[in-house]
């Protein structure tokens, strides 16, 4: 035992340095050292974007949100949206069929009814919007591959063309359902806390167009036959959505030349309808979202409904009775047709009904993926985004806008000799119009596409009001900018005609 | 320090159990003193410690006073000591009977207060302070202190997460005024800050959506409630500026129980605790589900389809209506399941705890094993502690003394999981499941697998049954402080925390259970960890200069560090439910597994403090303090920043003019301005970053992980800086039979740690900033009044009440204020559309609701514009409470006692938590209904024209809200909380062994008087942990 009062000078000691160090925190310097932190479980920017898997890896979080699996986190500000091609009510796969004549659900009905307003879809509900967050990280993602330095330019060359096919896809996305937004692309203003206006609809698609043109030559024609790239941005990608973006805007002499451009690269339509969804990278798919067990597709669960045990089509268990197809619609099909023989209309109960319209089914069942095994809820069936049937409705539709249609039957009658049904023929402009919207939404049922053809025919609205919908207004083929970005905008942004402010 | 490690590796045990051992040992008996000890009233005193000066020999006195001791030498001095009353030494000569009249302490005023880094007496004290003593509640059934403070100090409130056994609480002092920082407060247990006062145990990973959950545990749960004497609560700067940059929301000083000089006393308290579940959710039996289901489905059948009254097409060329359940059906439903009853059971408490206490003059022990476990009323959240604790304070020689504090606690805890879910209502949890579930369908199928509902997402309430869910949580904390008395006048102590806290999360879903989403089975393991050291030395100087200065000065230097990190991993695909989560590697699918893993920047801290008291004739008091803080998580030139405070104190009654009063005891008018920091932003650096996302995207059939920017530098990211002025007066009069405070102040915190919102069209959404300034301003009133002193009967009062109100000073001017938004509006305002009913028939649509439905809210068109939008949005009300009060009666009697508490809060705007169960979608969906509650037959149908609650049909004037937000089901709420009920009884026994046993009866929780509409005014999440009113019966007994 230590008897300090024996030994003053040791004590003196340790009061001059236990002083000494009071003096020097206080002073605020000498400790600094003590002060440097490790970041251990995150990546500093000094030492990201090095190696070509560090391209691939910046390049993936672009290409979340368009994945099958429910839902992406935002790495920065930590929201979740679903993702946009899965199959939850959310989604904009989901919220652009649940508007039209294609689809019903239960399970939201402010999408069915046209009631839905700017502050409808926030937070989880606002699935679309919060993904132009993804357009600015595309752009940080393309002035980053740009600074590498160690990584070959044809290498980068690639990576770049296909973060800007995403950014433009990312664009397209939100520019169908809001019209043109503030979306960011200049690398310079990424970290500017000053809002930006809504650009002109011109200014808007010339960016997606340029986008677009120059990625092309830096990307490979397709991946139908490269399994392990399968599910990247190429050159057919590129021409579909510049395909889309002139059909939107009824660019009806480029829609035709884009339309054109990818006939000629050699894709073709599978010979049995069904086969497009079961048959991996098939020659007639431009884009499907590859899926596993770990990222797959939910669309047959959701369909199925809860008490569903078997039927001529599938027997497996019950699924989660989600959306159905209006019976008006499952009526449009012939009986010949191929197509319906994808659709369910009748089933056994697990309690051993058969279940029907005429016992009370609400709606046909849109199975769609009809090669399934086991009992779910989720298939690696690559989700059907971007095919070839649909190039070749919409070249039809352009020449018919353009000159009527008899330059047209040619690419609308090789679907429906596919479908099993007669060639369409003698028709006027007006008549080809209308069966060519049936046509459309019959071949490409449930895959997102029928809210932008029944715009692009002027149509969302009146059939929407002829299904008994009355709150449906004109200005409603635009859903409203959400509410908490208008509050943030401070009158900077615009709200689409129509909406409250 | 080294010397100190081989001081504390080697010597100190041997030498503590030697001491010990004899502290409790037999020694030689030559004669036998008896005697009673009494108060100047004449009141007999129990448990006095009647000591054998400069020996271990030592007695207490018995329930009437009496002692009996046996000492060895011819003429001893006897020392008679008992909290509250002046030590008095005896020479006993040759006597063989001492009878001794102790005096009374004032007590308030020579009470020693705790403050940070050593004590003050009570009248020196100049800050807002307030001591909670343990011993005066009731501990029963609680698992943390944090339970047991709930209103017994003004200004201290406590907001309850979860019912659920350990559950968190959210602390505050004097309110929350920072937005986006922790509004936590402080914990110094014996003089060792938790720099981290957060929970280890792990969450379940919920990337897979079909599982979510972990507890929300709070992390003062492994501190055992026993062990702990006293709590202190710093609130204002003043008194908190020498914690400096982590004491803005205020500092909690827990003080444990330490052993004193005198003969050993073994402290024994045992209790049993049976919980009934309180009448909970009041869901549709199957007859009643039956029934609402048909009805409104039939309702949105006829709004569907444009049908009377909703529309007007032709009901000839609508299709037909077919119910879900025939009438037949619905005649023959019965009661059918309840599912509640499945998963809510009868609690119970069992806790075993008991201490030793003893020591000499040189050596004092105190050790205590607690056992404590709840089975909770909701099956799968048992809770069982198991806690050990060693304080030990050693006298090495004259001038140096170690003291050593260690206590180790073991947690197992059963977490379901539940509350509020990020991934909504599909990911169902054990209670939302049992809500839902249809209530016409029995548990098992024919085959023995669970049934399942019309909508099979919701797993089956009795498989929650089997889901294994456990997480073991241990805690160890040791802290030694080493006291050299250099001089009289001048100390220096050296005190070092370590606190280390591991949690492992088991978790096992069965396939059996048959989850919609993971119908092959998962399990997860995980492990964190959480570590907290600090390092601090400090001296003391008091000296009094003459009679009339007295200056008390400390200052020293601290270092403490926070460490956490943790792993994990999921394994999904199970062949067999035999072996659950021992054996992951069984696990097929190989593409949904994952394992993580992660570790926070350390939080490194440097500081320097001082504190100086100076009182010149007890008159007159300066307070001083200040502390230099260097904090490793803010930008680099913004790392140090200097927190003083100065306080002033008169001691009114001193003064010549009322030295004499009788009537005012004491009087003292105090006033402080301080300033402290609040930097509890653990994990977040100022410096740009990229995080992985995991797997996020598949390319062919490979899942890739995506790294992406996460964050961008902030070089200017600094402290969030607290200001508060006070002044208080204490007071006491009629010789302090009546005692108190009051308080008022104002605190004001700038340089708000807060988010930059990046425009919505950025990449990272938002950046670190300090920005804008927030205000509390309040009241706070606490009185201690002594009714009934003398004779069998006394009655003590005790009744504190604050008031406050946190409001904006300065906004940040990046963010654009909506136009219904007040620049010093309150901080946690609710703004919305008022609202006016719904509409009954066409009558009632407003002119201004022309498209409206029957069965519609109808908004209130505030200004009269003919149209609903955002100028028609007004505050509804604060959430904050307007004031908040505690009140508590002990009553004594002979061998009986008796205490009664309770607690409220008044003028809180809150939501009704049973309002989503009246959405009409949630029954009528005609392929997959869930069940309700059966106030569902309120909700407005066709054929039900008188319903309050809103019908099926679309109000299309719902989404021109900005806001999303209207006051239907909104209210302001008071309750008045009836919290404890303790009757206790001392039996009367005159034993020299048994020094005293009292057994008690506690009953908690018994009512709580509310116009609030939901379930419970305190617990108004959507799904509540189910409350219980708890009966203990219990004995505490000193030998």
Redesign the interface.
């Known amino acids: 035992m230590k008897n300090f009062k024996n030994k003053p000078d040791s004590l003196a000691k340790y009061t001059v340095l236990l002083l000494s160090c009071i003096v020097l925190v206080v002073a605020g310097s000498g400790c600094k050292k003590a002060l440097n932190t490790k970041i251990y479980s995150q990546i500093s920017p000094s030492n990201f974007y090095k190696t070509e898997s560090d391209i691939n890896a910046a390049v993936v979080v672009i290409y979340s949100p368009f994945s099958s699996n429910w839902d992406q986190t935002d790495l920065g500000n930590g929201q979740q949206s679903a993702s946009l091609y899965n199959a939850d009510i959310k989604t904009y796969l989901l919220k652009s069929m649940m508007c039209t004549d294609e689809a019903g659900t239960d399970w939201d009905q402010n999408i069915t009814n046209f009631t839905w307003g700017p502050a409808t879809y926030q937070d989880l509900g606002n699935s679309v919007y919060p993904y132009i967050s993804y357009v600015a990280k595309a752009t940080d993602v393309i002035a980053n591959i740009q600074k590498v330095t160690s990584v070959s330019d044809d290498i980068k060359n690639k990576y770049i063309a296909e973060t800007k096919v995403l950014r433009a896809w990312l664009m397209f996305t939100l520019y169908d359902f809001y019209g043109p937004v503030n979306a960011e692309t200049d690398p310079t203003t990424l970290a500017n806390l000053t809002i930006a206006p809504r650009p002109t609809d011109a200014a808007y698609t010339a960016q997606m167009i340029s986008d677009l043109t120059s990625a092309i030559p830096n990307l490979p024609a397709k991946y139908n036959s490269d399994a392990a790239n399968w599910g990247r941005m190429s050159q057919g990608v590129a021409q579909m959505l510049l395909l889309k973006i002139y059909m939107t805007t009824k660019q009806w002499d480029k829609a035709e030349a884009t339309a054109k451009t990818i006939v000629a690269m050699g894709y073709s339509l599978m010979p049995n309808y069904a086969d497009v969804f079961n048959v991996k990278q098939n020659n007639e798919l431009i884009y499907a979202v590859p899926t596993n067990s770990a990222s797959p597709n939910y669309w047959v669960q959701e369909v199925l409904p809860g008490d569903f045990a078997s039927s001529t089509l599938i027997t497996r268990g019950p699924g989660w009775a989600g959306y159905y197809m209006p019976w008006a619609f499952y009526n449009k099909f012939d009986n010949t047709d191929k197509r319906k023989a994808t659709i369910i209309s009748s089933y056994i109960s697990s309690s051993g009904q058969t279940v029907n319209q005429a016992s009370g089914l609400r709606g046909a069942i849109p199975v769609k993926y009809t090669g399934i095994t086991g009992d779910g809820p989720g298939y690696s069936l690559d989700v059907v985004v971007f095919r070839y049937a649909e190039v070749l409705l919409d070249l039809s539709e352009a020449i018919n806008e353009q000159r009527g249609p008899n330059d047209a039957y040619q690419y609308v009658n090789l679907v429906r000799e596919r479908a099993g049904v007669t060639d369409f023929s003698g028709m006027t402009q007006a008549t080809f119009r209308s069966a060519l919207l049936d046509e459309e939404g019959k071949e490409l049922y449930c895959e997102g596409t029928r809210r932008q053809e029944l715009i692009r025919q002027g149509q969302l609205i009146s059939n929407a009001l002829a299904r008994g919908k009355t709150s449906a207004q004109s200005y409603m083929t635009l859903f409203p900018i959400p509410s908490d970005v208008m509050i943030q905008g401070n009158g900077v942004i615009k709200q689409n005609p129509g909406y409250a402010q | 320090m080294q ?1 100190f490690t081989f001081l504390f590796k080697r010597r100190w045990p041997l030498l503590v159990f030697i001491q010990l051992f004899f502290s409790v040992a037999a020694f030689a008996q030559q004669r036998t003193i008896t005697g009673t000890v009494s108060a100047a009233s004449g009141e007999k005193l129990p448990g006095v410690s009647v000591m054998v000066k400069g020996t271990t020999n030592g007695v207490s006195t018995n329930a009437n006073g009496v002692f009996t001791l046996k000492i060895n030498s011819a003429d001893a001095t006897l020392i008679f000591s008992s909290l509250g009353y002046t030590t008095q030494e005896v020479a006993i000569g040759a006597r063989t009977n001492v009878n001794v009249q102790l005096t009374e302490n004032n007590k308030a005023l020579n009470e020693v207060v705790v403050l940070g880094y050593g004590t003050s007496s009570k009248k020196d004290v100049t800050g807002s302070v307030v001591t909670v003593k343990t011993s005066d509640l009731p501990q029963t059934a609680q698992t943390s202190i944090n339970n047991i403070l709930q209103g017994q100090a003004a200004g201290l409130n406590l907001e309850t997460r979860s019912a659920q056994p350990g559950g968190g609480l959210n602390i505050t002092i004097r309110g929350s005024l920072s937005p986006n920082a922790s509004n936590a407060p402080l914990y110094i247990i014996d003089g060792v800050p938790i720099s981290a006062n957060a929970s280890a145990v792990p969450a379940i990973n919920d990337k897979d ?1 079909g599982f979510y959950g972990g507890v929300d545990q709070d992390p003062l749960a492994s501190i055992n409630p026993s062990d702990i004497e006293t709590v202190t609560v710093l609130k204002d700067a003043s008194a908190t500026a020498i914690y400096g940059a982590a004491a803005a929301n205020g500092v909690i000083l827990v003080t444990t129980k330490r052993g004193k000089a005198g003969v050993a006393t073994v402290n024994y308290s045992g209790s049993y605790t049976l919980q009934h579940p309180k009448s909970y959710f009041d869901l549709l039996d199957a007859t009643g589900f039956e029934t609402q289901q048909v009805r409104l489905a039939h309702d ?1 059948y006829l709004f569907d ?2 049908l009377a009254p909703y ?1 007007n ?1 032709d009901p000839a060329t609508a ?2 209506f ?1 119910p879900l359940f025939t009438s037949q059906q619905i005649a023959s439903a019965g009661t059918g399941t309840d599912w509640l009853n499945q998963i809510i059971r009868n609690g119970s408490v069992d806790e075993q705890n008991i201490s030793v206490s003893g020591g000499n003059e040189r050596t004092k022990v105190f050790s205590s094993f607690n056992y404590y476990d709840n089975v909770g009323v909701l099956q799968n959240s048992d809770f069982k502690r198991y806690s050990g604790r060693l304080n030990v304070d050693q006298q ?5 003394k170690l003291s050593l504090n260690m206590t180790f606690s073991q947690i197992n805890s059963d977490n379901a999981a539940t509350g509020t879910n ?1 991934g ?1 209502a599909e990911k169902y949890n054990e209670l939302q499941a049992a809500y839902s579930f249809a209530p016409n369908i029995g548990i098992y199928n024919s085959d023995g697998s669970y049934t ?1 509902s ?4 919701i797993t089956n309430p009795a498989a929650f049954l089997i889901i294994q869910n456990k997480t073991n949580t241990n805690r160890f904390i040791v802290s030694p402080n080493l006291e ?1 008395k ?1 001089t009289n006048d001048l100390k ?1 102590n050296t005190v070092v925390g370590v606190d280390k806290q591991t949690s492992d999360l088991q978790f096992f879903l069965p396939v059996k259970a048959q989850n ?2 993971l ?1 092959q089975g998962m399990a997860q393991l995980a492990t964190n960890h959480i570590e907290n050291y600090s390092a601090e ?1 400090y ?1 003391t100087y008091n000296k009094k200069f003459n009679s009339d200065n007295n200056l008390s000065v400390v ?3 601290g ?1 403490y560090k926070s460490i956490s ?1 943790g792993y994990g991993l999921e394994a999904v695909g199970f062949p067999t439910d035999a072996t659950g989560f021992y054996d992951v590697g069984l696990a097929s ?1 190989k ?2 597994s994952f394992d993580f ?8 801290k ?3 403090y ?1 504190r100086a008291n100076y009182s010149y004739k007890d008159k007159y008091i300066l307070t001083v303090t200040g502390r ?1 803080d ?4 803010f930008a680099a030139t913004k ?2 920043g ?1 927190f003083p405070g100065i306080s002033l104190g008169w001691r009114i009654n001193q003064e010549d003019f009322m030295k004499n009063s009788n009537t005012v005891s004491n009087l003292k008018l105090r006033a402080g301005y301080g300033t402290s920091g609040n930097s509890t932003i653990n994990g977040l ?1 100022p ?7 995991g ?18 530098a902030n070089n200017h990211f600094t402290w969030e800086t607290d200001k508060t002025l006070n002044l208080g007066l204490d007071y006491g009069f009629f010789h302090d039979r009546i005692t108190g405070s009051l308080d008022i102040f104002e605190k004001t915190a700038s340089d708000l740690i807060d988010f ?12 670190l900033t300090n920005v804008g300034e927030t205000r509390s301003t309040g009241i706070e009133f606490s009185i201690l009044t002594q009714n009934f002193k003398s004779g069998d009967f006394k009655w003590t009062t005790n009744f504190n009440i604050s008031s406050y109100r946190n409001y904006w000073v300065q906004r940040n001017p ?3 204020l ?1 136009s219904y938004i007040g620049a010093n509006d309150n901080i946690r305002e609710v703004y919305g559309w008022q609202t006016d009913g719904i509409i009954h028939s066409a009558s009632e649509k407003p002119s201004y609701m022309p ?1 409206a439905n029957l069965g519609n809210i109808i908004y209130k068109d505030q200004n009269g514009d003919g ?4 100028n028609d949005v007004v505050k509804l009300g604060n959430p904050d409470p307007k004031f908040s009060l505690g009140f508590g009666n002990t009553f004594s009697y002979k061998n009986f006692d008796l205490y009664v508490f309770m607690y409220g809060s008044f003028g809180m705007y809150e939501v009704n938590n049973y309002s989503g169960f009246y959405d009409p ?1 949630v029954i ?5 209904p869930h069940n309700t509650l059966v106030g569902a037959a309120n909700i407005f149908s066709a054929d039900n024209l008188n319903g309050i609650y809103p019908g ?1 049909a ?11 937000v209207n006051n239907f089901y909104g209210q302001n709420v008071n309750f008045l909380r009836l919290k404890n009920v303790t009757l206790g009884y001392r039996l009367p026994i005159h034993s020299s062994t048994i020094k005293s046993i009292r057994l008690f009866v506690d009953l908690q929780n018994l009512a709580v008087i509310t116009n609030y509409k939901g379930y419970d005014p305190e617990y108004t999440e959507t799904n509540p942990y189910p409350l219980a009113t708890s009966t203990s019966f219990g004995v505490n007994a000193t030998f």
């Open positions: 010397n959506i949105k389809n444009n529309g097409a299709p037909a077919t090495i020689s004259n001038s140096v990020s909504g399942k019309y909508d099979n997402i050299v250099i220096w919609y989403q119908p030395s001296l200052g020293g230097v270092y990190y699918n593409d949904q893993s992660a570790r926070s920047p350390d939080l490194i440097v500081s320097g001082f230099d260097g904090q490793s998580n790392q140090f200097f650096t410096v740009a970053l990229y995080g992985s996302a797997p996020i995207f598949v390319i062919g059939s490979t899942y890739y992980p995506g790294i992406g920017i996460t964050q961008i930059d919102p990046l425009p919505v069209n950025n990449e990272v959404g938002k950046v990046e963010v654009a909506a498209n149209k609903l939008d955002i979608t009528n969906d005609s392929t997959r099926y679309a109000n299309p004037y719902t989404g021109n809200n900005p806001t999303a």
